[in-house]
Structures are given as C-alpha cells and as structure tokens.
C-alpha cells in the first residue's frame, strides 16, 4: 500500500512487472472501470487459464552461446515494430485515464510497436489521429447497421490507419457479472454509490472534468438516429450483427483496401476460413475469457492452429499474457505476435502514458532477457525447439 503514495518517479524504479501496476491501477480508477478490464465472463475459467496455462510451457535454458548482440525487432503485416507485441483495441479506454485512447497511442507510437483503437473507444478515430504522427490500425466490430459500418470504414481510411482489425468473436455479449452488478455506463451513472466510490479518485475526477471526451465517440452523431449512448451492453443487444458470416467479411474487406487482420479465431476449421478470405494475418483469441466461458485458453488452441495454417497467413494470438516470457512462449509456439490488452490498460491507469511506456518496456525487458537465457540472438529466432511442451498440451478430445 506504502508503495501507492510514492512519487512517479520513485514509483518507476520499484515496479519490475505487469502485476506491480495492477494495485495502482486499482487504487486510481473507479471501480467499474477497474471490473470491467479485470473481469471475464460466467466464471472466468477461460479468463484464469488463459493465464495459468503459459506456466506448464517451460524453456530450454542454453549456456556458451554468444549473445552479445540481441533484439527483440520483428515486422507484423510488414511493418516495423521494436517487438512483436501490438496494443490491442480495448473499449473504454479513455474512461480509465482521461483521453486514454490518446494517450495510449502515443506511449505506442513513441515506443515503436502497433496501436489499436476500439470502435467503442472514448476517444475518436479522428481524435486520435490528430494527436498523433504514425498511423494506428483501428478494429472494427460487425453491426447490422451496414451504411454506419461503412462509414466507420470510410472513417478510419481518411484518418490513414494502416490496418483493420475485425472482431468476429462478438455477435452476441457474453454475460460479464462484473459489469452487470455495477450497472456500467459511459460516463457512470451519479447514484450514490458512484459518487462514493469517485469521491476516493480525485486525480481520475479532475482529469475527467478537464476533458469533454466521456462517451462513445465513434458512434455518437454518426449510427443513425443516435445522438446519445451511455450503455454499451443495450447498444450491442440491439446492434451486434447476428448474421454475420464470411461473406460478409469479403465487402468490408474490399471496402477497406488495405492490410485487415481477423480476430477472434479459436477453432482450426475457421482458421482455415479465414485463410480464404485474403486477410493478411489472424488472433487466435477468446476476447481475453469475457465471451464464451469454458472455451480453450487462447495459448492451447494456438499450436494446432498454427499447424493447420502456419505459412499460409500470419498467426498472432491473445488473452493471457501479463509479461515478456509469455511473448517468448507465443512467438516459440508459432506466432508472428501477440496483442496486450489488460497489462497497458494497468499502466494506464496506474499513470497514464508513462505508465503504458512502463509496461511496454517492463515486456520487452523480460523478452530479451529470455531470448538471451534460451541462447538466441534474435527474438524471430525462437521457435518449438526452445520449449519443452508436455504432450498434452493441445489436449486428448473424443
């Protein structure tokens, strides 16, 4: 606790991992805010072994092996990134610190990896792109309202994003207690146990009244006959497209022109779908255990996966990774890279864009650390031959 009231620049020099930011972060946002990143869906088994199931991956430690010029540089859809972790697009953002999605991209841009923002962002595609210099990739979730789609398409063209992510793990919300329990809105509601539990933020309340950015940017005054949205569960109940299906995909894609990355892979049949569809890379993902409960951790489905598509079309995967050792399994398992939600959403919280800077290099500095253990020069140099993987791993099914 002693740890929480330290200056920032004391606080930067006793925090060595993803975890020493979470009790910050904790202390300095709200509380629904602070659920709605750390929850998952039902009973979070998927969310707890998206995390539990990288530590029965172990690491062949090599010895007499130059090391002596290392990095953890690699390229994701051919661009350059100082490692092969990208931000992944996280909704809300900019209600756990304010102008978060800002923020955020700017702490990424500085440190040379991919930003991702959420079509429920805060912030908007064109705030965004006014505040910063490198293009950021924008994700896209699938509404039936096609003419809005469309024009958040058009959007995110014009703001010169480099790519486009569509989820596709989120036709209907999965039931996330957490969220339900706090009766979450944007911005939150003033009842009375609200107003409590912001009364002990003070710097997250001052913050928030110096910015006019509280709601959902990209879809206010652009979705048909919206002129107000707090609830994000009531606008997707009425909104997520149902149908959805793959040859959907191929009018979003066409619309789009430019690098598209599919999310929310976790079966090797849609896998090779997704193949088909041109799409220049793939996430194996359960959207971080906050969708179909009891579904495979994202790093056990990932081996088959690769195996079944590797070569064919880049492989990334997320859920789980909370440090740089997680990275090394990924990237030894197959993947081209991974994308961090919760762990710069810590950093975020806890201190703003130092503390998204923070976690990003706390990741790499456990990555290169481990790469050099593991007797590699090159993080794009890990491959099976580094793990010991028990046998079991992907699991004995009828």
């Known amino acids: 606790i002693g740890k929480i009231f330290l200056p920032i620049e004391k606080l930067m020099k006793i925090i060595t991992t993803i975890d020493d930011l979470k009790p910050l972060y904790k202390r300095r946002v709200p509380k629904m805010f602070y659920d709605y990143t750390i929850g998952g869906s039902w009973t979070e088994q998927t969310l707890r072994e998206n995390i539990s199931d990288f530590n029965k991956l172990y690491f062949r430690q090599r010895v007499a092996v130059d090391i002596s010029n290392r990095t953890t540089k690699t390229k994701l859809i051919g661009q350059d990134a100082t490692m092969p972790v990208a931000l992944a697009p996280v909704g809300l953002t900019g209600l756990q610190h304010p102008d978060g999605e800002i923020k955020a991209a700017k702490a990424a841009e500085e440190f040379g990896v991919p930003f991702t923002l959420s079509t429920m962002s805060i912030c908007s595609i064109e705030d965004v792109a006014k505040n910063t210099s490198k293009p950021f990739w924008f994700q896209l979730y699938c509404m039936s309202d096609r003419p809005f789609i469309e024009n958040l398409i058009d959007r995110a063209k014009e703001a010169k994003c480099s790519a486009l992510i569509i989820t596709l793990d989120l036709q209907i919300l999965g039931q996330r207690h957490k969220d339900i329990k706090n009766q979450m809105t944007a911005p939150p509601k003033l009842t009375l146990k609200n107003i409590m539990n912001m009364a002990t933020k003070p710097k997250w309340c001052l ?8 709601g959902f940017a990209n879809i206010v005054g652009h979705a ?10 009531e606008w997707s109940a009425n909104n997520l497209l149902r149908t959805l299906n793959w040859d959907d995909l191929d009018w979003m894609i066409k619309r789009w022109g430019g690098k598209v990355i599919l999310k929310g892979i976790q079966d090797v049949e849609d896998a090779k779908m997704a193949v088909k569809t041109g799409a220049d890379a793939i996430v194996v993902s359960n959207h971080g255990g906050r969708q179909l409960d009891g579904a495979l ?8 996966i690769i195996d079944a598509v590797g070569g064919k079309i880049e492989v990334w995967v997320d859920g789980g990774i909370r440090s740089g050792q997680d990275v090394a399994k990924a990237v030894s398992l197959g993947a ?24 990003l290099e706390i990741i790499q500095k456990e990555l290169d ?27 004995n099914w009828e």
């Open 207 to 214: 913050g928030m009244m110096g910015t006019k950015r509280h």
């Open 224 to 233: 048909s006959g919206v002129k107000n949205l707090t609830s994000l569960s």
């Open 297 to 304: 951790s994202s790093i056990r489905s990932l081996p088959s």
């Open 336 to 359: 081209k890279g991974v994308m961090i939600g919760r762990p710069f959403i810590y950093g975020l919280g806890a201190m703003g864009q130092g503390g998204v800077t923070k976690a």
């Open 369 to 395: 650390t481990t790469i050099a253990l593991c007797g590699e020069q090159s993080v794009e140099n890990m491959s099976r031959k580094n793990l010991l993987i028990p046998k079991d791993f992907r699991g």
